[in-house]
Every structure is written in structure tokens, then in C-alpha cells.
């Protein structure tokens, strides 16, 4: 082995074996309104704050433009918000588990329930979710959250797709969730 394996091999162990705390993990998405054509411009519908706390997720924020009442709120699996959010691909599920609600196994770690839209059409997000993270090995960032058209059974529905995506419908607004990170150590 030469000396620049030995050295490379050195700093893997000192990155693997070194101690990373975070003052904050921080990340948001701008949320805009689901187009179906890249013509037409998309605009801004909503932001949400993602807060890692311990072992818990925080949700902040607030979308509007939605019609009154119960909607799906998912993370999908890409980070990808073309073709009205369809690019998005299909809730973030690593584990392979059946569609449930956010405090119901099973359920995929994208799975966050409803949100409720008010009359006029504003929905005000402050949840914590367990089980998903901002942080490795199954982190959310670079992933995309949808809002969707319908009320999100949570699995307990007995329509096709109840175990796959709660029976939500069609995809209204989504964003790319992006992370603020602020460590407290730097990397060697």
C-alpha cells in the first residue's frame, strides 16, 4: 500500500469515527401549485420549515390555494416537482410497508397524514412526526412533500389504492424539501 492509500484510508476512519453534533438541522420547501405544463409558470403556494428535534420531526408552515378541508400530505421518494408533481414518484417507503397514517404501522415514512384547509383555502401545519428524519440513513432531504386533492384514509379505506397512497388523489401542490445545516465541529 502507498503512502496516499494510507492517507486516504486515515482520514475515512478519522470522518467515520468522528463525533458530529448539530445546533440545528434545518431545512424547507417552498411549495408551489401542482401545472400540468412546463409552459405555464409555477408559483408559490406555501412555505414549510422541517425541524429535526431528537428523534422527533417538526412541521411548520402553511400552504394556501387548497380547496376547505382534509388533504394527504406525503414525502415522496424524489425530488423531482415536474409534471404537476407526478415526477415525484410514489410516497418515500424504504422499509416497503403498506400505506398508513402518521402515528399508525404500518405506514411508509412519507406517510403524514392530513392537513386541514380552511375556508379560504389555507392549511397551517405545526406537527411532529417520529419515525422520519432529516438525517442519514434515511433522510428526507433532496425529496419532494406533495399536498394532495383528497382526505387521506389512512390505509383503513377498502379502495384500491388505500395501501399505496390512503386513496389522496391527484397531486395539487408539492415542493423539494432542501436543508440549512450548522455544524457544530468541521469536517477534517
Keep these: 500500500m502507498n503512502t496516499v492509500s494510507l492517507h486516504y484510508i486515515a482520514c475515512a476512519i478519522q470522518f467515520a469515527t468522528a463525533q458530529y453534533t448539530y445546533v440545528a438541522l434545518k431545512a424547507r420547501a417552498y411549495i408551489f401549485k401542482a401545472e400540468p405544463t412546463i409552459s405555464v409558470p409555477y408559483y408559490v403556494t406555501g412555505v414549510l420549515d422541517f425541524i429535526q428535534d431528537g428523534n422527533f420531526l417538526r412541521v411548520n408552515g402553511s400552504v394556501s390555494g387548497l380547496s376547505a378541508g382534509l388533504h394527504g400530505f406525503h414525502v415522496h421518494e424524489k425530488g423531482d416537482i415536474g409534471d404537476a ?5 410514489p410516497h418515500y417507503n424504504p422499509f416497503y410497508m403498506d400505506h398508513g397514517g402518521p402515528i399508525f404501522l ?9 392537513i386541514m384547509a380552511s375556508n379560504s383555502g389555507i392549511a397551517t401545519i405545526n406537527e411532529i412526526f417520529a419515525a422520519t428524519s432529516l438525517l442519514p440513513p434515511y433522510s428526507i432531504i433532496g ?12 390505509g383503513f379505506g377498502n379502495g384500491p389504492t388505500s395501501k399505496t397512497t390512503g386513496e389522496s388523489g ?11 445545516v450548522t455544524p457544530s465541529r468541521k469536517l477534517p
Excluded at 85 to 89: R, S, T, Y
Excluded at 106 to 114: C, E, I, L, S
Excluded at 170 to 180: F, K
Aim: aromatic share 2%; proline share 3%; with cysteine.
Design 85 to 89: 408533481c407526478k415526477d415525484a414518484g
Design 106 to 114: 404500518p405506514r411508509h415514512t412519507g406517510d403524514f397524514g392530513n
Design 143 to 154: 425529496r419532494a412533500i406533495v399536498v394532495h386533492a383528497m382526505r387521506d384514509d389512512l
Design 170 to 180: 391527484e397531486r395539487v401542490a408539492c415542493g423539494i424539501i432542501g436543508v440549512e
